[in-house]
Antibody
Framework: QVTLRESGPALVKPTQTLTLTCTFSGFSLSTSGLCVSWIRQPPGKALEWLALIDWDDGKYYNTSLETRLTISKDTSKNQVVLTMTNMDPVDTATYYCARTQVAEGYYFDYWGQGTLVAVSS | DIQMTQSPSSVSASVGDRVTITCRAS??????LAWYQQKPGKAPKLLIY???SLQSGVPSRFSGSGSGTDFTLTISSLQPEDFATYYC??????????FGGGTKVEIK
């Protein structure tokens, strides 16, 4: 059974750095064709893909945010960590991690429940 | 980045209705498209991948079609549990994976 769970602070101040952890089970991030992505959704708005890390430790970022994002993994702990620097109130959103399957494209087949992060002083 | 435009942004329908949602890509993406369903307060759920392949466990009343720039998601007979927001996602232009703006299916 594949599960993912996000954890991190519910509130950060402007200019601070956000660190989110995705803890997963039911698959290995060493398996060819499997990746983990971070995706966010501001309240009432659409989904936005942020970053992806693949089975070969390849790291890919949304070009509009890549100067602020860092993704990493700890395969032994089944965890993926996302850091986002210089947080702003517009970054208030629910942040999801999702297993990403490479099969004729990149598809998010399992999602965590999401964690709401508010940015406010 | 490839822009994904969904229409309509919302649709009112009754149980048993056939519902069609469209998604247009700003440039060709072959068949590299997915559809997701999201209910309030929940994470999205993958319904369709590769434009027309049904994800395991998804009811057969959901179907997808299209290639190139124009795609459709069809719900053949709307059920009460299908009232939700639906998103398309292009899976072709990596690493710029993008979603459409969403279509909310509401009760008429």
């Amino acid at each position: 059974q594949v599960t993912l769970r996000e954890s991190g602070p519910a509130l950060v101040k402007p200019t601070q750095t956000l660190t989110l952890t995705c803890t997963f089970s039911g698959f290995s991030l060493s398996t060819s064709g499997l990746c983990v992505s971070w995706i966010r959704q501001p309240p009432g708005k659409a989904l936005e893909w942020l970053a992806l890390i693949d089975w070969d430790d390849g790291k890919y970022y949304n070009t509009s945010l890549e100067t602020r994002l860092t993704i990493s993994k700890d395969t032994s702990k089944n965890q993926v960590v996302l850091t986002m620097t210089n947080m702003d109130p517009v970054d208030t959103a629910t942040y999801y991690c999702a297993r990403t399957q490479v099969a004729e494209g990149y598809y998010f087949d399992y999602w965590g429940q999401g964690t709401l992060v508010a940015v406010s002083s | 980045d490839i822009q994904m435009t969904q229409s309509p942004s919302s649709v009112s329908a009754s149980v048993g209705d056939r519902v069609t949602i469209t998604c247009r890509a700003s440039q060709g993406i072959s068949s590299w498209l997915a559809w997701y369903q999201q209910k309030p307060g929940k994470a999205p759920k993958l319904l369709i991948y590769a434009a027309s392949s049904l994800q395991s466990g998804v009811p057969s009343r959901f179907s997808g079609s299209g290639s190139g720039t124009d795609f459709t998601l069809t719900i053949s007979s709307l059920q009460p549990e299908d009232f939700a927001t639906y998103y398309c996602q292009q899976a072709n232009s990596f690493p710029a994976l993008t979603f459409g703006g969403g279509t909310k299916v509401e009760i008429k």
